[in-house]
């Protein structure tokens, strides 16, 4: 049976985000805002093809791209910069590589117990998401 992302998934522990934003350069009056926030994430997946609209009173981004196949990446109402993104599994694990300005861009889902995690990384940052089920 593969693993299966789909659900609605809300944050529950958000270790090091302020080191993230500062190494994509976010803004201190949008950092301390997107700190406070509690986003949701609604994943949809169909085999490879994925869905993942993360959700906050704040700002949305909505990611839609299938396992395999590089894609543009506009980061819109997040740091705004354009990269090639492409997703790969690595056993069961979601790995993102997001090239362009920022070196060393990209993210890891998976899940653990009845957990979703993620870690976001950018140059020497590394910030560590975990969701619980909604
Ligand atoms: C969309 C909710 C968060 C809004 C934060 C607003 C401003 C901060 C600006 C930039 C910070 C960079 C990222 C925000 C953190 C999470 C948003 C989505 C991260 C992501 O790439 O998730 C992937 C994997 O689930 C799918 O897009």
């Keep these: 049976m593969p693993v299966d992302f789909s659900g609605t998934w809300i944050l529950f522990s958000n270790d090091n985000f302020e080191g993230y934003m500062v190494a994509l350069g976010i803004d201190f009056a949008t ?5 406070m926030l509690k986003p949701q994430k609604v994943i949809k997946q169909d ?3 994925f869905y993942i ?15 395999g196949e590089e894609f543009e990446e506009d980061n819109k109402g997040l740091d705004n910069r354009k990269c090639k993104s492409l997703v790969t ?6 790995v993102c590589i997001q090239t362009g300005e920022k070196k060393n861009r990209g993210w890891t889902h998976w899940l653990e117990g009845d957990d979703l995690h993620l870690e976001l990384r950018c140059e020497n940052q590394v910030c560590k998401q975990v969701f619980k089920r909604a």
Excluded: M, P
């Excluded at 609209?53 to 396992?67: A, E, G, I, P």
């Excluded at 599994?89 to 979601?94: G, K, M, P, Y």
């Design 47 to 49: 085999g490879d093809s």
């Design 89 to 94: 599994w690595e056993n069961d694990r979601l």
């Design 53 to 67: 609209h993360t959700t906050s009173t704040f700002r949305d981004y909505l990611l839609q791209f299938k396992v």
């Design 31 to 35: 950092r301390k805002i997107a700190k």
